[in-house]
C-alpha cells in the first residue's frame, strides 16, 4: 500500500467502522448497567420476587428509587427485563428468558457475570495504565480493585465446574488414574481457587495445594473451598509460584490454569514446577488460544485477547522491571520457546476442543 492509497478517503470504510464503534460503544455502556444490576442484586430482587414495579423493587432493595427506573427502563430496551405495558413509573418488570442462567447462576455454562465486572475493574485502573504507556511501568493486579477478583472469578469458575473433571481430566492420557489414585497436586496461579476445588471435589483422595500471590484471591478460595467441603483436602497460601520448588520433587501434577501469560517471569516458573514433580510427573498448562500464526485482522476470539492483552494481562505481568511478560497472545511455538528454556524435553498439545483456551503437558 503506498502512502496515497492510506490517505486516499474511503467513505465506506469509515462508515463501516463508524458503525462497528458504536456497537463497542453500546456494549461498553450496557455491561456497565448489567454490572451495577449484579453489584446491587437487582437481577436477583427481580428473579425472587417479579413481576414487579420500580417501586416496589425499591422497597425491596432499598435502592434510590428514581435511579431504579432509569435503570429499569435501560433493561427494557436492551432485552434483558420484559414489562407488561409501557409506563416504567408504573408496570411490572420480569426477567427476560436467559437471564437467570447467564447472570444469577454462577456455575451456569452460560454465566457471564465476569465480563461486566471488567469493565469497571479496568476504569480503576485506566489513569495508571494510561500513564504506564509512556513510563513502561508495570499497573499490579490489585489497581484493578476487587472488581478485577470478582471478573477472574466469574469468568472461569464455570468451566472449572462444568468441563475440568468431566472433559478436560479423562482427554489427558493417564491423568485420570493419577488422580484416582490419590495424586499430590499444585495449582499455581490458582485465583480464586475453582480448579483446585474442582479436582478435589471430583477426586476423593487427591491433594491440591494453590499458590497465588494475590491476597484477596487467596481469601476468596480459602473461603469456596470451605464452602464447598474441601478445606481439609485443598490448602491455599499467599505465595509466588517459585515457591512450589521449595519442598522438592513431592508433586504428581502441577497445573497453570490460565495464569502463565501473565507473569512476569513465565520460564522461572516453570523452571520450579518442573522441580517440584515427583518422578513420573507432568505438568499441565490451559492458556490462551491465540492463534498459531499471527492473522490480521483476526476473529472476534483473537481480537478480544488481543484487547484483553493490551489492557489487562501485559500491563499486570509488567510489575518487575526485568519482566519477561508475554501476554494473552502466547501462541504455540512461543510456549514451546519458553519451556524449552526451562528444561523441558517434550510438548504435548492436548486434545481438547474450546474457543478460548488450549491445553499443553509439559514433559521433563
Ligand atoms: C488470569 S488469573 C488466573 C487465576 C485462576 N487460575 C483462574 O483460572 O481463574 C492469573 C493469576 O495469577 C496470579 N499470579 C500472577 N503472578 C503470580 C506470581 N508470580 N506468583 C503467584 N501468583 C501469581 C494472579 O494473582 C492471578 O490470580
Known sequence: MTTTDVNKADPQAAEALLGRMFGAALGAAELFTIYLGDRHGIYQ???ANGPITASEL???TGLDHRYLVEWLQSQAISGLL?????????DRFELAPGVREALLEPSSPFYAGGLAAIVPATGRAFPQLVEAFRTGAGVPYTAYGEEAVQAQEALNRPAYVNSLATEWV?????????LSAGARVADLGTGAGWSAIELAKAYPAVQVDGYDNDEDSISRARRNAAEQGVAHRVDFEVR???????GGPQYDVVTFFECLHDLAHPVEALTAARTALAPGGSVIVMDERADEVLTAPGDEVQRFLAAASTIWCTPQ????????????IMRPDQLR???????YGTVDVLPIEHPFWRFYRLNP
Open 45 to 47: 430482587a427481580i428473579g
Open 170 to 178: 479423562p482427554a489427558v492420557p493417564g491423568l485420570h488414574d493419577v
Open 58 to 60: 425499591a422497597e425491596r
Open 240 to 246: 509466588d509460584i517459585t515457591a512450589v520448588a521449595a
Open 337 to 343: 520457546h519458553l519451556a524449552g528454556h526451562a528444561g
Open 82 to 90: 420484559t414489562i407488561d405495558g409501557t409506563d416504567v413509573w408504573t
Open 317 to 328: 505481568g509488567l510489575v518487575d522491571e526485568d519482566s519477561d511478560v508475554v501476554g494473552a
